[in-house]
Nanobody, 116 residues
Framework: QVQLVESGGGLVQPGGSLRLSCAAT????????MSWYRQSPGKEREWVAT????????NYADSIKGRGTISRDNAKNSVYLQLNSLKPEDTAVYYC?????????WGQGTQVTVSS
């Protein structure tokens, strides 16, 4: 059974940092491009960052560029998102996504709230 389980969210003050994790089971992890998306109340889900199957290639949304780092550990079937210099506008549910040519999987999300 395919599962993506996010963790690491929480309440953080502006300027703080968080490291989100996504643990994958039920599929050949290294064969999938992994991404993070986020969704704020009343807004559409937006793409945040992507990493290739080998980890050699990464891409970031402008909203995160310079403040976020996506990484993966294929030995642990996990992908991570390090978020620094957090802003209130980063408040959202963050979702992990796995995709290849044929399949697309989503996790249930982890809440990140940036507030003083």
């Amino acid at each position: 059974q395919v599962q993506l389980v996010e963790s690491g969210g929480g309440l953080v003050q502006p300027g703080g940092s968080l490291r989100l994790s996504c643990a994958a089971t039920g599929f050949v992890f290294r064969g999938y491009t992994m991404s993070w998306y986020r969704q704020s109340p009343g807004k559409e889900r937006e793409w945040v960052a992507t990493i290739s199957g080998t980890g050699a290639s990464t891409n970031y949304a402008d909203s995160i560029k310079g403040r976020g780092t996506i990484s993966r550990d294929n030995a642990k079937n996990s992908v991570y998102l390090q978020l620094n210099s957090l802003k209130p506008e980063d408040t959202a549910v963050y979702y992990c996504n796995a995709r290849n040519t044929w399949l697309n999987y989503w996790g249930q999300g982890t809440q990140v709230t940036v507030s003083s």
